[in-house]
């Protein structure tokens, strides 16, 4: 039987969001709202919230100690994801987040907005996140995202809790 040995396992959350992602959702995210990218990684994020005519604030400061924006669209390291939602749930703003379809079904999920109303937005296609170095260099890689990723959402108003792309 195969082992995985968790001591060469390192974490490595350097995985910066497409362009056509927030393309996909632009629709529902308000244009009369200030955003705040908190974990825009590369900048390339805040970038292109810009382009799709955006307001956008994207500051290089700890996401724990900071409050900006009137909602929150970002990207957040998948390993710090339950102590992203804790935060978020703290600060009471809208958020449209992009994280792992299996978030949906952890028990620190469940505890935060079980008595609130999460939204979901699944895209049509999974989502391919421009792997980088620490350096902030593009890494080449094919579509290495294995796993499915929804758009969670909180306050956002959307029509329908659950929201399938085209």
Same mark, same amino acid.
């Given at each position: ?48 919230? #810009? %382009?799709?005519?955006?307001?956008? /604030? ?5 996401? $724990?100690?900071?409050?900006?924006? +009137?909602?929150? !669209? ?40 079980? #008595? %609130?109303?999460?939204?979901?937005? /699944? ?5 391919? $996140?421009?792997?980088?170095?620490? +350096?902030?260099? !593009? ?28």
């Amino acid at each position: 039987m195969a082992s995985f040995h968790t001591k060469t396992f390192t974490k490595h959350d350097n995985y910066m969001t497409p362009k056509h992602a927030w393309e996909a959702v632009q629709q529902y995210i308000p244009k009369d709202k200030v955003i705040w990218e908190a974990f825009a990684g590369n900048g390339d994020s805040s970038k292109y919230l #810009k %382009e799709l005519g955006f307001n956008v /604030i994207c500051k290089e400061e700890d996401f $724990f100690d900071s409050d900006y924006g +009137d909602i929150i !669209i970002t990207n957040p390291p998948f390993s710090l994801k339950k102590e992203v939602l804790t935060k978020l749930k703290e600060l009471g703003k809208p958020f449209m987040i992009i994280c792992p379809c299996s978030m949906i079904t952890t028990q620190y999920t469940r505890k935060l907005f079980s #008595k %609130e109303k999460l939204q979901i937005i /699944i895209p049509r296609r999974r989502i391919h $996140f421009i792997k980088t170095d620490d +350096d902030g260099n !593009i890494l080449p890689t094919k579509n290495m995202c294995n796993f499915d990723c929804f758009y969670y959402c909180w306050k956002m108003n959307l029509e329908q809790d659950i929201v399938w792309l085209e």
